[in-house]
C-alpha cells in the first residue's frame, strides 16, 4: 500500500481542521509504514493513535459545522459514525495476534473513505460560506470559540 500524499487542495483554508487533518494523515502513514513491515505492536499503538485522533476531530468538526449553520451536518456526522466504526474494527484486527497477516487490507479501504470525508464533506462547507457571503475573517472572529 503506497503512503497517501497531502495535497494542497485538501485544505479547508481554517487552521485548526487542517492541523488536525494532517494529524491524521501522518498516523495513516505510520500505520502503513508498520503494516508493510509486519510490525503488529506499532500497528496496535497507531491504531489507537488513529482513533484517538478521529474521535477527538469529529465533534470538533462537527460543532463547527453547526455554529456556521451548516446544513448538512447530520449526514456528515452519519459518515464520520461510519468512519470511527471502521477504525474500531481495524483497531480490533491488529489486537488479535496469530491471526496471520495484519489487516491491510482494511486498512486501505478505511483511508479511502477518510480521504472521501476530506475530500468531500471537509470542504464542503466552503461553498456553502461562500454563498452565504461569510467570509474567512468573519467566521473564526464570530465562530473561533468553537474550537477549543
Ligand atoms: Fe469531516
Ligand atoms: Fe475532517
Known sequence: MK???WF???E????EID???RNIFDIANGTMRALARGDRDECLRLAGDFVIALETHFPREEAFLREIGYPHVAKHAAHHQGLLRQANRFADLCGRPGQGALPAEPFEKLVSVMLADFRGGDLDFRTFLMEKGLDKAMVEDRFGSVWL
Open 8 to 10: 494542497e487542495t485538501y
Open 3 to 5: 503512503e497517501i500524499e
Open 19 to 21: 492541523h488536525d487533518h
Open 12 to 15: 479547508t483554508g481554517f487552521e
